[in-house]
Nanobody
């Protein structure tokens, strides 16, 4: 499966942005999908994951500001980001776990100017 992410860009601190990720084929709603990010010089970290029927899982640094949601009919997962901070600057990667294997999108750059 291929994951196509979009929606990154340059935004001012305090602003909002929505990321989108669409899978190249049907993804069952029970499959975990979500987002990770990697800032320059840092390790990749969890942003948010979601599996239908379960609560979303958020990284500590984004909880309360970011919301993950899915449109299973479109095989898509979204990340609504609010109150963005300079430290949110990173490449954001779409993620799906299928049959025990991790799949990653190509990454979309989010830059937050302070």
């Amino acid at each position: 499966v291929q994951l196509q992410a979009s929606g990154g860009g340059l935004v001012q601190a305090g602003g909002s942005l929505r990321l989108s990720c669409t899978a190249s084929r049907t993804i069952h709603s029970s499959v975990v999908m979500g987002w990770y990010r990697q800032a320059p010089g840092k390790e990749r970290e969890l942003v948010a994951t979601l599996r239908s029927g379960r609560d979303a899982n958020y990284g500590d640094s984004v909880s309360g500001r970011f919301t993950i949601f899915r449109d299973n009919a479109k095989n898509s997962v979204y990340l609504q980001m609010r109150d963005l901070k300079a430290e949110d600057t990173a490449v954001y990667y779409c993620y799906a776990k299928l049959d025990g294997a991790a799949y990653w999108g190509q990454g979309t750059l989010v830059t937050v100017s302070s």
